[in-house]
């Protein structure tokens, strides 16, 4: 089945740092979004890309859709403690729909844990 | 306005039990879609209802079945519970289909 690759798996900020994260595919997306997911809790949308080569910002989060429609990638800028948490990149495979309803089957990626560096 | 909710928070269950769980989406949202995340792994799709009929389905076996009700609120069904069914269900409802909104999840453990 399709599968994205996230990276990295995890990685150590120290307050002020810049992040970064990028997903890969091996088949073509039409839609990427980012979500964020606190222990115990349900993930939260971050950012939602729909063209290939779109920027898109939400505050200190800057995400891309790839020109190849196969990958994105989330910046973070001047990381502070309540960035901490599992950051997921998900999307909706390019697929014909005959139907005039919705698609819902998001494949996501395996995560990358942001940590505070001790 | 209310996100989505679901029900019950927590779940014990033994192996071959059933099990029930509840989802409601935001209001005006017509499409409901359920993921099983296990720990460490990213959620990976079950299924999907779009106006009341199942849109998509994913790898799972036929242990597991889904409805939607006329009000869009949603039910996941487990039958014969596996060990290797304990995970978070997530309940994610959407507009359009594009950007999913998702509840706080379900926490089942089989034992």
């Known amino acids: 089945g399709q599968q994205l690759n996230q990276s990295p798996q995890s990685m150590f900020i120290q307050e002020g740092e810049d992040v970064s994260m990028n997903c890969t595919s091996s088949s073509i997306f039409n839609t990427w979004l980012w979500y964020k997911q606190d222990p115990g809790e349900g993930p939260v949308l971050l950012i939602a890309l729909y063209k290939a080569g779109e920027l898109t910002s939400n505050g200190r989060l800057t995400a891309q859709f790839g020109i190849t429609r196969k990958d994105s990638f989330l910046n973070i800028s001047a990381s502070i403690p309540s960035d901490v948490g599992i950051y997921f990149c998900?999307?909706?495979?390019?697929?014909?729909?005959?139907?005039?309803?919705?698609?819902?089957?998001?494949?996501f990626g395996k995560g990358t844990k942001l940590s505070v560096k001790p | 306005d209310a996100g989505v909710t679901q029900s019950p928070t927590h779940l014990i269950k033994t192996r071959g039990q059933h099990v029930t769980l509840r989802c409601s989406p935001i209001s005006g949202h017509k499409s409901v879609s359920w993921y099983q995340q296990v720990l460490g792994q990213g959620p990976q799709f079950i299924f999907q209802?779009?106006?009341?009929?199942?849109?998509g389905r994913g790898n799972f076996p036929d242990r597991f079945s889904a409805r939607q009700f006329p009000n869009y609120s949603s039910e996941l069904n487990v039958n014969a519970l596996l060990l290797g069914d304990s995970a978070l269900y997530l309940c994610a409802s959407s507009f359009s289909g594009n950007e999913q909104f998702f509840g706080p999840g379900t926490r089942l453990t089989v034992l």
């Open positions: 209802y779009y106006e009341k009929e199942e849109r």
């Open positions: 998900a999307g909706h495979p390019r697929v014909l729909m005959n139907y005039g309803g919705s698609q819902g089957n998001l494949i």
